[in-house]
């Protein structure tokens, strides 16, 4: 096996991914049980939803006193990335109906930054499909181990473990902060999330804060489109 994974860089890529997948699903399977979730609860989750963040910002809202209504907006907001993903992976969401629902369910940050790092289309496909393989197992072992160890645990925070979501959280914006405009949307929404933390209902802060960067983003957007013209090149030249 190490022989054959040596010679195969994206076998070798999808499980190392699906290893560090499930450290990542033990915490969140303990914090799941710890915000008041069953192990059963807990597992269905991960089978059904099987989007990380949204998975735990939805536990941590709910942990953390919140209701549905508060919980629900922020991970759904999260997922919807997911959408914007997928079409950008029209070669690998293709074939039948069936087909690309199956596929449809596991378009996620990993499986679609292993299809883009691949050059052809065959290796496209295998990379997303092992990555997704790799992933929804380790996924789903790490959620029961995690949930079952966490009924046992008392209290995560005691542990440290209710900092998992903001660091993943943070480590999936990271990349995301590249240019002036990305940093003022962030700024803005961190001010107005910091704002509302202790009037409002937990959960509120995430949704108003996404609110909050829309009107920098769209500025910005209008900036862009009125240097352009700017800079196209004279026609006839």
């Given at each position: 096996?190490?022989?054959?994974?040596?010679?195969?860089?994206?076998?070798?890529?999808?499980?190392?991914?699906?290893?560090?997948t499930?450290?990542?699903?033990?915490?969140?399977?303990?914090?799941?049980v710890?915000?008041?979730?069953?192990?059963?609860?807990?597992?269905?989750?991960?089978?059904?939803?099987?989007?990380?963040a949204?998975?735990l910002?939805?536990?941590?809202?709910?942990?953390?006193?919140?209701?549905?209504?508060?919980?629900?907006?922020?991970?759904?907001?999260?997922?919807?990335?997911n959408?914007?993903?997928?079409?950008?992976?029209?070669?690998?969401?293709?074939?039948?109906?069936?087909?690309?629902?199956?596929?449809?369910?596991?378009?996620?940050d990993?499986?679609?930054?292993?299809a883009?790092?691949?050059?052809?289309v065959?290796?496209?496909?295998?990379?997303?499909?092992?990555?997704?393989?790799?992933?929804?197992?380790?996924?789903?072992?790490?959620?029961?181990?995690?949930?079952?160890?966490?009924?046992?645990?008392?209290?995560?925070?005691?542990?440290?473990?209710?900092?998992?979501?903001?660091?993943?959280?943070?480590?999936?914006?990271?990349?995301?902060?590249?240019?002036?405009?990305a940093?003022?949307?962030?700024?803005?929404?961190?001010?107005?999330?910091?704002?509302?933390?202790?009037?409002?209902?937990?959960?509120?802060?995430?949704?108003?804060?996404?609110?909050?960067?829309?009107?920098?983003?769209?500025?910005?957007?209008?900036?862009?489109?009125?240097?352009?013209?700017?800079?196209?090149?004279?026609?006839?030249r």
């Amino acid at each position: 096996m190490p022989s054959i994974m040596a010679d195969d860089p994206i076998l070798r890529n999808a499980v190392s991914i699906g290893v560090a997948t499930a450290v990542y699903a033990v915490s969140f399977g303990v914090l799941s049980v710890g915000a008041g979730f069953s192990v059963a609860q807990t597992c269905v989750m991960s089978l059904v939803c099987f989007t990380g963040a949204s998975q735990l910002t939805f536990v941590s809202v709910i942990g953390a006193g919140g209701g549905v209504a508060g919980a629900l907006p922020p991970a759904a907001l999260l997922a919807g990335r997911n959408a914007l993903y997928a079409l950008s992976l029209k070669g690998v969401l293709s074939g039948t109906v069936r087909t690309r629902a199956l596929r449809a369910q596991f378009v996620v940050d990993e499986t679609t930054a292993m299809a883009h790092a691949q050059s052809t289309v065959a290796a496209t496909r295998r990379a997303f499909d092992l990555t997704a393989l790799c992933l929804f197992t380790a996924w789903n072992i790490g959620t029961l181990v995690g949930a079952v160890a966490g009924r046992g645990l008392g209290n995560p925070r005691d542990y440290g473990l209710d900092a998992v979501f903001p660091a993943v959280f943070l480590a999936l914006l990271a990349p995301q902060l590249r240019g002036p405009d990305a940093m003022r949307a962030a700024i803005a929404g961190v001010l107005i999330a910091l704002a509302l933390v202790p009037i409002a209902p937990a959960g509120v802060p995430i949704i108003a804060s996404a609110v909050g960067a829309v009107p920098v983003l769209v500025a910005a957007g209008r900036r862009r489109s009125r240097i352009a013209p700017a800079q196209a090149p004279e026609a006839g030249r």
